[in-house]
């Protein structure tokens, strides 16, 4: 893992409060016009580094590759953790203030140096398979008190392992991407039949996701001890959720087509070794996991803000919504892969495997709107006067994150996407 | 779609007890030796006639070929319908008695024609996704009268729409792999903690599943109308369940480690036009279904006799547990499709969208052992003198299907897999 050298600086400048300092080193996918050649970048400040350009001057020698001039980072990521850290190495020296080789070289500077808001970002992965597990007990409390027993919100087997079920990798986005409305089955009144109707209750759920980076095979569990380096990076996600379409059609195998529609990422991807100054502990685990969960290290998570802004389209200022933090997630990531695999699941690379929403202890740090509204009881405010209790058309949700300790900020961006309105479709029932 | 010469036969000889007739043709992907080079091929009694030779020779020309000199069926199927019916066309004429051109040839025939005894057979298509639907109501309700209520063994949505969830698309495996039992949380006691153990309560489930030929773009939603013009074919699927694993884990999420360990596929995909002389029509659906889930046609399912054989390592002979009839399940594959996407989900081209446990009326056509033992409770007893209410280390599952009319037989081979001792955990809680 990277050491931290606190005065390290770039010849990029960097805002003190841009997420994309030379700590970070994030990867995405970019191309200069929407529809144009993508390949791998690192995001610097405000600028984005062609990682493609530095391999093909020989800047960055990698075993077996090139990796970069790609559209995806998945073979990149598949070659292996030594290729991380050299990468990660090398790039760091190389936008450092005291290294002549980039910072001198106009031409090269120039081929290789982008402003983020003049290219595209597109989804940096090839997602095989995407999970999503439900671990802040908060949130999972809190949904439980609202729908089932507020004296048993826990289901049982909640505090014994971190319940997941699989997500739809097809339909996994990335930032900026609009999200249709969805349309299906509702059942507003319990006396009569369900209805077909545009989703009355669409929300969002602020989650993070972890990008799986080693595989495993068939068969073949991943330890707890292992889990760690199975891990890449994380990025924000958004996995919208039609909630009224969920309550009808949930029992008893789980969501299905009130999660399918559309689930956004951020177009970054921060790397565990990025966040290696961040680590803190999941919160107490009672009772003591069965021995296949247990971690013997208690830096098992990380300390990550993140935040919920809401806009409409009667004005461009958005207001927060949710102000929470990582740390509040009672299973490990690792703890996440490793049940994951104990029955022989398979994982991998590019896998993405959702947190579930993260809810804090507080009104002010629930997860989704329907927490936060508490099932349409609690309407929010806007800044512009507008009230909500779900997400409206044309409502814009922004989520963020960021870690930050000793003047040391390490950010993921964010993951934003409008809501434009259902189809319309030729029948009415 | 192809209409049907009963006076048809190849030059190839074909058992009368043949699933592989000239009027099946189905396709897999097959190799000399086990490590040797995929590509793809047709079934034709006990023989694979090697489709990349055929297309090497000039003899099978497809718009923006060649696409069977490859590892999967993908890149065929996506090159779409008029290329199906090409190739069909062309192969059944080159196979045929009258035809000379393959059959006069001895040093083409010596190319293309393989012993299907001699060769491997491989998964025939890369997966991006895999769905299970729950769709015998025999099934859901001998599930619902074993664990919930006996006077409500439905839930009130089953009628309404195609339950479904999505499952582990990593984890589908061909015929002839071996399945390691399954270690995991259990719950034997209720009133005290789970255990970490081997899987108790084993299961297979007897299930058909289609697969997209055609997909849709995220936010489009396939009508009823279109969707039969989004499958290509079927596959026989052994969707491997952990039951005691699978009653802890799935509240309120759905089935997930219970499930993700092993999903068996027969290797040759059975086309649509090959069943097409075995249309029938789903039972009577009583409510109709909403209007987007209404079909106007009313042959929109399939005769196929499905059976299940369960053969121990005492003996190799097999016994048949279930004989049933894909004609039973409620909802049809046109159904399930458009449900899929009703919400905006993407589907792509090789997803496999499994029927879930095809049950019939009676407990002899039962698709699972926890029906056919009835939860346990009704032991079955082997020929070899052996009982089972689950399946033990060494048993084979062994699924076989066919549709015959009119002298004209169309199977799918079998789905077969053998069960291994679960691996030894370092750990006992």
């Not at 969501?255 to 803190?280: C, G, H, M, R, Y």
Request: with cysteine; charged share 20%; aromatic share 10%.
């Amino acid at each position: 893992m990277s050491s931290i050298d606190k005065n390290l600086t770039s010849f990029v400048e960097v805002a003190n409060d841009s997420d994309f300092s030379i700590h970070n080193l994030p990867y995405g996918i970019f191309s200069e016009t929407t529809g144009g050649k993508r390949r791998a970048g690192i995001a610097i400040g405000d600028q984005v580094l062609d990682l493609s350009v530095l391999e093909d001057a020989g800047l960055l020698k990698l075993s077996g590759g090139p990796y970069f001039d790609k559209p995806t980072l998945n073979s990149f990521i598949e070659s292996g953790r030594d290729n991380w850290t050299t990468a990660r190495n090398t790039v760091q020296k190389l936008l450092s203030a005291d290294n002549d080789t980039l910072r001198d070289n106009d031409g090269l500077r120039r081929k290789a140096l982008f402003n983020q808001s003049d290219v595209t970002l597109h989804l940096p992965l090839h997602v095989p398979g995407y999970t999503d597990f439900y671990s802040s007990k908060e949130h999972a409390t809190n949904v439980g008190t609202m729908f089932r027993d507020p004296n048993n919100a826990l289901l049982p087997n909640w505090t014994e392992l971190p319940v997941g079920y699989n997500g739809r990798a097809s339909t996994v986005i990335v930032s900026g991407h609009d999200v249709v409305r969805p349309s299906g089955q509702l059942k507003p009144n319990p006396d009569e039949r369900p209805i077909f109707s545009a989703c009355k209750r669409l929300d969002f759920e602020l989650e993070t996701a972890f990008v799986v980076g080693k595989p495993n095979h068939i068969g073949q569990p991943i330890s707890i001890d292992d889990a760690w380096e199975h891990i890449f990076g994380m990025v924000l996600l958004n996995d919208w959720s039609a909630r009224d379409i969920q309550k009808w059609e949930y029992v008893p195998l789980g969501p299905f087509n009130a999660k399918t529609f559309a689930s956004s990422i951020s177009p970054w991807i921060v790397t565990l070794d990025a966040l290696e100054p961040f680590k803190t502990s999941v919160p107490v685990q009672d009772p003591q996991p069965l021995a296949y969960l247990c971690e013997d290290k208690t830096d098992n998570t990380y300390d990550i803000n993140l935040s919920v802004e809401l806009m409409t389209e009667k004005s461009d200022q958005a207001t927060v919504v949710c102000e929470t933090n990582f740390k509040y997630m009672y299973w490990s990531m690792a703890q996440q892969l490793t049940h994951h695999t104990i029955t022989g699941c398979a994982v991998q690379v590019g896998d993405l495997m959702g947190s579930g929403t993260i809810s804090g202890p507080t009104p002010e740090s629930y997860g989704s709107m329907l927490e936060i509204a508490w099932n349409a009881t609690k309407p929010v405010t806007l800044k512009d006067g507008e009230t909500r209790t779900f997400i409206e058309d044309g409502d814009t949700v922004i989520m963020k994150g960021y870690s930050e300790k000793d003047g040391i900020r390490v950010g993921f961006g964010e993951v934003r996407g409008k809501v434009l309105p259902a189809l319309n479709f030729n029948f009415t029932n």
